[in-house]
């Protein structure tokens, strides 16, 4: 297929074969070592939440450091019809939803609707979810097509990247010192869609959308935590053509561009390219 066609609105679902998945194997090792007592799934529901962050923030480093794990994408980027050396990547984040984590405190910002632009994100990213352990149906996350293209009233015009980062950045520790200051856009109002749907699925299969659809986390009830790998890529040429879906109600200051690295070499974008799609894809 091709890609545009995501910009569009177009989902897809898919599944790995077997030498994508041994790519992500090592994922597995690092959750098994790093809860190395008994049942991954089962104890990271069971143990307190700034233990578990401790916890994440040392598997997602041994992630970020094996350059062998990106070999996954190749076959899905070929589906794409996309050449990797046009491909800039952001980190690759692994994300544990323990056991009815809805109810607790630190629940609450995380689970906001939004679409990725709302948090600066490029209007032509491109998201890849990966679940690592099983994620049942309704455990997963929502998708709301029919604001895809449609204006929603929300808070994106108080996010600024700066002081996003100057406030502990993306995944950010609960107990940081200014959490407190961090703006999570989120829409202003009920939403509703007749058309929404859950993602749920098992380690080998994938679910591809754009950044722009309205999505966000479900309540996992499913008795065990959840792991899923997301990756976050935009095209090379589609930036320098300010190709992407239409912004239609994105204000939030700055751009994660300057962050996102080629998958072969890890050159980022010229700066001339990057703030020039910021200009253009930026709202009047």
Known sequence: MEIETLYSGTTVCGKLNQKSKSFLNPIHTYIKEEFSSGDPCLLSSQIPYDVLQVSMAKIRKRIYENQKIKGF???????LNLDPEDVYVDLFRLRCVPNEFHLKEEASSVQFLHRDPWYANPQNQINLWVPITKVELGAGFAVYPSYFAKPLENNSHLFDLHH????????????????????????V????????????????????????????????TQGCSRFSL????????????????????????????????????????????????ANQSALS
């Open 164 to 187: 996003w980062k100057e406030t502990g950045g993306f995944q950010a520790y609960a107990s940081h010192p200014r959490m407190s200051e961090k703006v999570f856009p989120r829409p």
């Open 189 to 220: 109002g009920n939403v509703q869609d007749p058309d929404v749907f859950s993602v749920s699925g098992d380690f080998g299969e994938y679910f591809i959308f754009s950044s722009q659809h309205l999505h966000g986390t479900e309540n996992n």
């Open 73 to 79: 994408l190749f076959p899905i980027l070929e589906d």
């Open 230 to 277: 997301e990756v976050r890529f935009v095209v090379g040429e589609h930036v320098k053509k300010c190709l992407s879906p239409r912004n239609v109600d994105n204000r939030s200051k700055g751009t994660t561009l300057s962050e996102m690295t080629q998958l072969l070499s890890g050159h980022v974008l010229p700066d001339h390219i990057i703030q020039s799609y």
